[in-house]
């Protein structure tokens, strides 16, 4: 089943993510090195492929990643708090002598991409190939989007090549479950009908515990977020 150009996902009010347009759903899960940087992402398991689907958003579910409809009994408040502004309005820019790291903290999902070689807020002042590149890549890998890459010369813009689909986050370094990875510029609208602005890469929430709902804001780590109950 090929995913539909036509796919989004739908923010229910104190419910679920309604998915739809046959997106892949599978585990995406972050890799640490020895010294426990994250570096890359692995693909797992991969589900088996609906037009539609419920995806938890409350955190209480237990046939996670899906909804068993226990933000009833949980009482969830799911309200959406995300400022309906474009990335580019609220992220600020930090100008190295070739690249601009375009920065919207709020988005923060706290893999720690960025932590690497020093942080790529650091590398971005420096000159030379390897930070260059180095500071791209840790952009790249940022599943929310709070970090993007500019070229300073051309304008150019490096984002990573996703295919439209959605990741389960596992994150075993910290011991946590993650929040959805939404890849390849899926809409996601909101229970009133506001469409957020469509990008190759956002973090959703999914352990209820956002403060910048729908999007997650990196509280699934302190809160201990797991899969199983
Ligand atoms: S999943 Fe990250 S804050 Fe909820």
């Known amino acids: 089943m090929e995913?539909?150009?036509d796919g989004k996902i739908k923010v229910t009010?104190?419910?679920p993510y309604l998915v739809?347009?046959?997106?892949p759903l599978a585990r995406q899960t972050i890799v640490a090195d020895d010294d426990g940087e994250s570096v890359a992402w692995s693909e797992g398991?991969?589900?088996h492929q609906h037009p539609h689907y419920a995806l938890c958003r409350c955190g209480a579910s237990h046939t996670k990643p899906f909804c068993d409809g226990s933000h009833m009994s949980a009482a969830f408040d799911g309200t959406e708090t995300a400022v309906r502004a474009p990335?580019?309005?609220l992220a600020e820019d930090i100008v190295g002598p070739d690249l601009i790291l375009r920065d919207e903290?709020?988005?923060?999902a706290d893999?720690?991409?960025c932590h690497?070689?020093?942080g790529a807020w650091n590398l971005v002042k420096q000159e030379g190939e390897e930070a260059v590149e180095t500071v791209r890549a840790e952009a790249e890998l940022c599943p929310s989007g709070r970090y993007t890459a500019i070229d300073r010369e051309t304008g150019e813009r490096h984002e990573p090549d996703l295919p439209l689909s959605v990741g389960i986050v596992a994150d075993p370094h910290e011991g946590v479950a993650g929040p959805l990875w939404v890849r390849g510029g899926v809409p996601v609208e909101s229970a009133d009908g506001h469409v957020y602005e469509v990008r190759n890469r956002v973090t959703l929430c999914r352990c209820g515990g956002s403060s910048n709902k729908p999007f997650c804001d990196g509280t699934h780590l302190e809160a201990g977020f797991h899969d199983d109950e």
């Open 3 to 5: 995913a539909s150009e």
């Open 13 to 15: 009010v104190n419910g």
């Open 20 to 23: 739809s347009g046959a997106l």
């Open 45 to 47: 398991e991969r589900y």
């Open 87 to 89: 990335y580019d309005e």
């Open 105 to 108: 903290v709020v988005l923060c």
């Open 111 to 113: 893999a720690r991409f």
């Open 116 to 118: 690497r070689a020093g």
